[in-house]
């Protein structure tokens, strides 16, 4: 595997900043990027390990939506207990299905995993035990949205998981901005000067769209899953579960 690089994209002032994209530039220091950025991420993708030991049903597939890198399919390889599995792990970026590959290549494991550049809008879910969307739903168009959960949901067997882990919108502006101040502050504990954070934030903001809690659940339920129920919060980054 190669080293991590440290994310420096956004240290020195833009004379535009063009909107943030999942390009080569970002791919080389991307888990520096999220380190500093997401709290709470090592824990979410533990966490969807263990997840992936309880839920994957022998003979079924698992399905990693915007796997960037691999972390989430990685996680779950190291953790399926059950035979004769497959994980698919789908990302439009090219940069990042071809980085993906070979961080997956790099470690042996015992469930088959195939990596593909598409668009998980039009990817085919059949015989599905298990669904990762980590930090990707944010990046989808919000009027497809519930379209790809209630897919999701008629690809998944009965008992079948769903994990989905965004960054929050508050319906409250006060906690809205309270969470925010406090990721900023995380960000800046990390490293993130008061440049890179704004012009971060510029860059994202005509690309990712965040939702609130409510309607993350009012699309569960619309979709047709049975149980849903948030499993970990920090600031304004989330991880949910659904299940069929």
């Known amino acids: 595997m190669t080293?991590?690089?440290a994310d420096l994209?956004?240290?020195s002032p833009h004379s535009k900043i063009k909107d943030f994209s999942f390009d080569a530039q970002v791919v080389e220091v991307f888990p520096d990027m999220i380190k500093r950025s997401v709290p709470g991420y090592s824990t979410i993708i533990e966490t969807i390990g263990y997840l992936?030991?309880?839920?994957?049903?022998?003979?079924?597939?698992?399905?990693?939506?915007?796997?960037?890198?691999?972390?989430?399919?990685?996680?779950?390889?190291?953790?399926i207990i059950a035979k004769n599995c497959q994980i698919v792990g789908i990302d439009n970026s090219s940069a990042m299905v071809d980085r993906c590959k070979m961080h997956i290549n790099a470690f042996k494991g015992a469930t088959p995993c195939t990596i593909i550049k598409g668009d998980i809008l039009e990817t085919k879910l059949e015989n599905v035990s298990m669904v990762v969307l980590n930090f990707t739903l944010q990046f989808i168009d919000k009027e497809k949205r519930q379209q790809l959960l209630t897919k999701i949901a008629n690809g998944l067997n009965?008992?079948?998981?769903?994990?989905?882990?965004?960054?929050?919108?508050h319906q409250d502006e006060q906690c809205h901005q309270l969470l925010t101040d406090l990721?900023?502050?995380?960000?800046?504990?990390?490293g993130y000067s008061d440049l890179e954070i704004?012009?971060?934030?510029?860059?994202?903001?005509?690309?990712?769209?965040?939702?609130?809690?409510?309607?993350?659940?009012?699309?569960?339920?619309?979709?047709?899953f049975s149980h849903a129920s948030t499993w970990f919060q920090c600031f304004n980054f989330v991880s949910m579960v659904a299940i069929k």
Do not use: W
């Open 198 to 224: 704004a012009q971060k934030r510029t860059a994202l903001e005509q690309v990712m769209k965040p939702d609130s809690l409510e309607t993350h659940f009012n699309r569960f339920e619309q979709a047709g």
């Open 183 to 190: 990721h900023h502050d995380f960000k800046r504990a990390n």
């Open 3 to 5: 080293s991590t690089k």
């Open 52 to 79: 992936s030991n309880n839920y994957v049903r022998d003979n079924t597939n698992i399905y990693d939506l915007g796997c960037s890198l691999g972390a989430a399919t990685l996680a779950m390889r190291q953790n």
């Open 9 to 11: 994209i956004y240290s």
């Open 158 to 169: 009965k008992g079948g998981i769903l994990v989905l882990s965004e960054k929050m919108s």
